[in-house]
């Protein structure tokens, strides 16, 4: 059974500060998904990787598969970052269902 | 269409009374996905069509759960009997492809609430 681990729960920064949210998972899989959810409760994709690392503006995001791990890093962080980022994965050979780590709440001060 | 349309974004229904939900898909896309979030933060997965048919229903519960996806229409969730429980942000996600192409697109989600 794939399990999501996804740290720290809550993260609170300044503005400006870089910020770094880690995810583990526990079987091989076929694509690692960062999502974003604003308070309002829509979810927009951020990134889907399956090996290496992508990088879309301010945002980075890096897996290594050997240590089934994966970073999501924001640079120069502002007040409209902040949002639950959510890191999930799909099964390898599985029904490409996503299985969901339980996010990390991120508040970015003024 | 360009983006996942979930409609109602709002449902409120009394214990018992049905539930209906509705996806429409990215154009083009052949897989949807259903899933539940309840307490914020924690998802479930309940089920997945490549187009008409389902590709994957082991997170639907047995009983009062149902979902299609023909061909020219929406895909459908139904919740028949509602209970307190099944208050939850119903979202829906289509993709294009399977494997290592699969980026999911979600919908904005369906909050069910059952008083």
């Known amino acids: 059974k794939n399990e999501v681990e996804q740290s720290p729960q809550n993260l609170t920064a300044q503005e400006g500060e870089f910020i770094t949210i880690n995810c583990s998972y526990s079987?091989?899989?076929?694509?690692l998904h960062w999502l974003q959810q604003h308070p309002g409760g829509g979810i927009v994709s951020l990134f889907m990787?399956?090996?290496g690392k992508k990088k879309h503006g301010r945002l980075i995001a890096t897996i290594n598969i050997q240590e089934k791990h994966s970073s999501l890093h924001i640079t120069a962080s502002h007040p409209r970052d902040s949002a639950v980022y959510i890191c999930?994965?799909?099964?390898?050979?599985?029904?490409?269902?996503?299985?969901f780590g339980k996010g990390t709440k991120l508040t970015v001060n003024p | 269409g360009e983006e996942v349309a979930q409609t109602p974004k709002h449902l409120v229904r009394g214990e018992g009374q049905k539930a209906k939900l509705y996806c429409a898909p990215i154009?083009?896309?052949?897989?949807v996905f259903w899933y539940q979030q309840v307490l914020k933060n924690e998802f479930k997965f309940l089920i997945s069509?490549?187009?008409?048919?389902?590709?994957?229903e082991t997170g639907m519960p047995k009983e009062r759960f149902s979902a299609k996806c023909l061909p020219n229409s929406p895909c459908s969730l139904e919740i028949q009997a509602t209970k307190l429980e099944d208050s939850a942000v119903y979202f829906c996600?289509?993709?294009?492809?399977?494997?290592?192409?699969?980026?999911?697109?979600f919908g904005q989600g369906t909050r069910l609430t059952v008083v």
């Open positions: 999930a994965s799909s099964t390898q050979g599985g029904s490409e269902k996503l299985v």
């Open positions: 079987v091989g899989i076929s694509a």
């Open positions: 990787l399956s090996s």
């Open positions: 154009k083009g896309h052949s897989y």
């Open positions: 069509f490549q187009n008409e048919n389902v590709f994957d």
């Open positions: 996600a289509s993709s294009q492809f399977r494997g290592r192409n699969t980026e999911a697109f």
